[in-house]
């Protein structure tokens, strides 16, 4: 399954459970390219 990534003229805010996660995991700023990989695990 192929997640949509942002369109860069429109970024948006990201999701809490994935800031929440990323915290967990200690990644304090991800670029875009960290989010998707994040979004991609935890899509089930």
Known sequence: M???TRHPE???????AMRS???MLG???PDAAQWR???ER???
Request: glycine share 10%.
């Open 42 to 44: 935890l899509t089930v």
């Open 37 to 39: 990989r994040l979004g």
């Open 21 to 23: 996660f990323a915290m």
């Open 2 to 4: 192929n997640v949509p």
């Open 10 to 16: 429109q970024p948006r805010a990201v999701p809490g």
């Open 27 to 29: 990644i304090r700023n």
